[in-house]
């Protein structure tokens, strides 16, 4: 792949090498993972969130690799595959909840009340999904533009405080009815947590995404280092 001298722009790696179809499945893993645990609401003291904190951070710093390395069409397939794997988990545990129980199985309202929350919290996922991962990839992109090679922190850091404060924004106004949020106050108490601490993990995890990066731009043929 040869790029025009006139053409300034970074040249991103092909989606069909050995790396890309790896991060995606983590990626696509991650996100169902994190929308089955947020169906719990949770309380440090006054503190609300819900278990989604654990592993949600996790596809932002994969989203930042995949913008970074492939590009933002490449990082925009991956989103679209996590969507419709999170609608194929919503129609799975519909399906299962409608089918006859056997005699010895004694949970099914539990199964249900997992299964209802779920197809509340599949719409604010999705919803706000959609919208921080296509800030986030966009912003890398961008930035990367201008910034070529340089300044990858600032790509990582701008991309993630934007597309967590859309992702937040959108998943909690929704999502905050269906785990029980009630008041204004503990909604702004959730929301704020939320975009902190999801953008604190992130920061922490910079030198493992530096890595990662680095790792797949020495091993992928096809990138081309924009300079």
């Known amino acids: 792949m040869t790029r025009p001298e006139s053409d300034d722009r970074p040249v991103f790696a092909s989606v069909g090498s050995t790396y890309y179809p790896i991060l995606v499945a983590v990626f696509t893993a991650l996100v169902i993972v994190s929308n089955l645990t947020a169906t719990k609401g949770v309380a440090f003291g006054p503190i609300l969130t819900d278990g989604g904190f654990i592993v949600f951070p996790l596809t932002y710093i994969i989203g930042d690799v995949l913008s970074e390395v492939y590009g933002f069409k490449a990082a925009g397939r991956a989103i679209i595959l996590g969507f419709l794997m999170n609608i194929l988990a919503a129609v799975a545990l519909w399906a299962t909840v409608h089918l006859p129980a056997a005699d010895f199985y004694e949970n099914q309202e539990h199964f249900e009340n997992v299964a209802n929350a779920y197809y509340g919290l599949i719409i604010a996922g999705l919803a706000g999904f959609i919208v921080g991962q296509t800030i986030n990839a966009g912003v890398v992109v961008l930035i990367k533009e201008r910034t070529k090679e340089k300044h990858l922190w600032a790509r990582l850091v701008g991309s993630t405080f934007a597309g967590q404060l859309g992702d937040t924004l959108v998943f909690c106004a929704i999502a905050g009815h269906v785990i029980g949020i009630r008041t204004f106050r503990d909604f702004v108490v959730y929301a704020a947590l939320g975009w902190a601490y999801k953008t604190a993990v992130e920061v922490l995890f910079l030198p493992v995404t530096y890595r990662v990066i680095a790792v797949?731009?020495?091993?992928?043929?096809?990138?081309?280092?924009?300079?």
């Open 216 to 227: 797949i731009k020495q091993r992928e043929p096809t990138y081309q280092a924009a300079l």
